[in-house]
């Protein structure tokens, strides 16, 4: 599918660009201000893990990424399509074809009353998929997520884990650009955990497969490609894994990403486009800066300095 509203911003393989993205909700006569002004970037083939405290703004970003929540201001670009400018029309296409989604609650991925088979085949038939067609593909997205023999079952004769393998096959069905997962490993025992994320990272390996994932795991965070920390609707800070880890002894402390290691890991702190930025809490904690900070512009860095000092 192909909605291209206008180019896609952003850098040559970026697959989804975020520009002052905002999202306001109205609860009765309350306006609450989900995301304030948030930029992010996600190249293809890439996996992003997403981390914050609750009501940070990680859902509420997957919703209006996934297509499921229009933005209140500014631009969100994915695989060429403007979801600031879409009809619903448009927008329904767009859920169907560009992006896929792998909930936390098992529930939310399959329908109960339907076998692994017909689940998986469902997608495919309101996109107008040939009969054969999508059957032969559901065989072979069962076969990619180790379900190949359980395709007669329903999801109540499941484990967990084998009932979000099935999830992320309906997900795939309709070969999407981007996979989007809110803790797709939250209600899974630590093993079976770890056995659904390989899977995971196998298909955006194996298949160049763009995946963002909401999640509360450390160990999950640890292994994607970055990992991005919202705060306060902004993205704050982006976590990098090293390409070889430091030394023993060469590095100290971790991230402020949920305790990533900074002997694997690198953190920055994310600075948008009017040059906003937010401070990593313990600096904040740490430092008495009263609200105001001196900034001192050297010849290849910039300082802030508590004012008065």
């Not at 201000?33 to 859902?59: F, H, I, N």
């Not at 631009?75 to 792998?102: I, K, P, W």
């Not at 305790?259 to 690198?266: A, C, D, I, M, P």
Request: proline share 4%; glycine share 10%.
């Amino acid at each position: 599918m192909s909605h291209l509203l206008e180019p896609l911003k952003g850098a040559p393989d970026a697959l989804m660009v975020c520009d002052n993205l905002v999202k306001i909700y109205k609860v009765d006569d309350i306006e609450v201000v989900a995301l304030q002004g948030l930029d992010l970037e996600v190249r293809r083939g890439e996996m992003v893990a997403l981390v914050g405290a609750s009501g940070s703004g990680k859902s509420t970003l997957l919703n209006v990424i996934g297509g499921l929540d229009a933005p209140s201001a500014g631009h969100c670009y994915v695989a060429g399509n403007d979801l600031t400018r879409m009809s619903e029309e448009q927008r329904t296409l767009y859920r169907c074809f560009e992006v896929g989604h792998v909930w936390q609650q098992s529930g939310r991925n399959l329908l109960p009353e339907l076998t692994l088979q017909e689940n998986v085949r469902l997608p495919q038939a309101l996109a107008g998929i040939p009969a054969g067609q999508r059957a032969r593909h559901a065989d072979e997205l069962l076969e990619q997520v180790g379900l190949g023999h359980m395709g007669k079952k329903r999801p109540f004769q499941l484990s967990g884990g084998e009932q979000q393998r099935g999830g992320i096959a309906v997900a795939l069905a309709n070969n999407p650009s981007l996979l989007l997962a809110d803790e797709p490993t939250g209600e899974l025992d630590s093993t079976t955990a770890d056995e659904v994320f390989a899977l995971l990272r196998h298909l955006n390996t194996s298949m160049g497969l763009t995946m963002l994932l909401v999640t509360h795991d450390a160990g999950i965070a640890g292994l994607a490609d970055r990992t991005i920390a919202i705060r306060d609707g902004r993205t704050s800070t982006e976590t990098v894994r090293r390409e070889e880890a430091l030394a023993p002894g060469t590095a100290n402390g971790a991230s402020a990403v949920i305790g990533l290691s900074s002997q694997t890991h690198r953190e920055s702190v994310l600075i948008d486009r009017v040059g906003r930025l937010q401070l990593p809490r313990e600096a904040v904690e740490r430092i008495d800066f009263n609200g105001r900070a001196e900034v001192r512009i050297e010849d290849d860095h910039v300082e802030l300095w508590p004012t008065g000092r």
